[in-house]
């Protein structure tokens, strides 16, 4: 069964950092481009970066400079970095495979002091 | 503002069918395909449509897509109670060089 499973999330004051995981299974991550999206509470859906499987990468122009997608491929995971966080950054994140046809079930992240 | 436009709100009553636009531009719509998710809530979005007009299994034929010109939409028909939900459009943009949304339209089972 193909599957995604977001970790990571949590409170973490402005200007901190975290790292978010989106652990595979039934597929592999780096045959695929992978994405980030993420959905601010009570707000639609914004998608902040994709993770090409030749490496290369793109980002929202909002996270642009301070987010870092990334994978590990031995672990099939997926993994989004994210520094200088901001209250505007506070957001349910999900992962999705390629085509957005698959989702995690995402995890929260609170920016707040 | 979202790059793709939806309507906020439709409501209808059981049985009957329901449209959702979802309006774009050249670089998305115009130029790649067009999927359509629905978000119950507290939930993560579900794919309903994929490449305009193709529903992956297990997705009831009560929920179609369509394609005309920089435009989408989404069709319910027999529309039940479960249907109430918020449903987004999603396309690739190549200005932008990523994925693009529709604001959601939620919808209402009267």
């Known amino acids: 069964e193909v599957q995604l499973v977001e970790s990571g999330g949590g409170l973490i004051q402005p200007g901190g950092s975290l790292r978010l995981s989106c652990a595979a299974s039934?597929?592999?991550?780096?045959?695929?481009?992978m994405n980030w999206v993420r959905q601010a509470p009570g707000k639609g859906l914004e998608w902040v970066s994709l993770?090409?499987?030749?490496?290369?990468?793109n980002y929202a122009d909002s996270v642009k400079g301070r987010f870092t997608i990334s994978r590990d491929n031995p672990k099939n995971t997926l993994y989004l970095q994210m520094n200088s966080l901001r209250a505007e950054d506070t957001a349910v994140y999900y992962c999705?495979?390629?085509?957005?046809?698959?989702w995690g079930q995402g995890t929260t992240v609170t920016v707040s002091s | 503002q979202s790059v793709l436009t939806q309507p906020p709100s439709a409501s209808a009553t059981p049985g009957q069918r329901v449209t959702i636009s979802c309006s774009g531009s050249?670089?998305?719509?115009?130029?790649?395909?067009v999927n359509w998710y629905q978000q119950l809530p507290g939930t993560a979005p579900k794919l309903l449509i994929y490449?305009?007009?193709q529903r992956p299994s297990g997705v009831p034929d009560r929920f179609s897509g369509s394609k005309s010109g920089t435009s989408a939409s989404l069709a319910i028909s027999g529309l039940q109670s479960e249907d109430e939900a918020d449903y987004y459009c999603?396309?690739?943009?190549?200005?932008?060089?990523?994925?693009?949304f529709g604001g959601g339209t939620k919808l209402t089972v009267l």
């Open positions: 999705a495979r390629e085509g957005m046809d698959v």
């Open positions: 039934g597929f592999t991550v780096s045959s695929n481009y």
């Open positions: 993770l090409h499987s030749d490496g290369r990468t």
């Open positions: 050249s670089s998305n719509i115009g130029s790649n395909t």
């Open positions: 490449s305009f007009t």
């Open positions: 999603a396309s690739w943009d190549d200005r932008l060089n990523g994925w693009v």
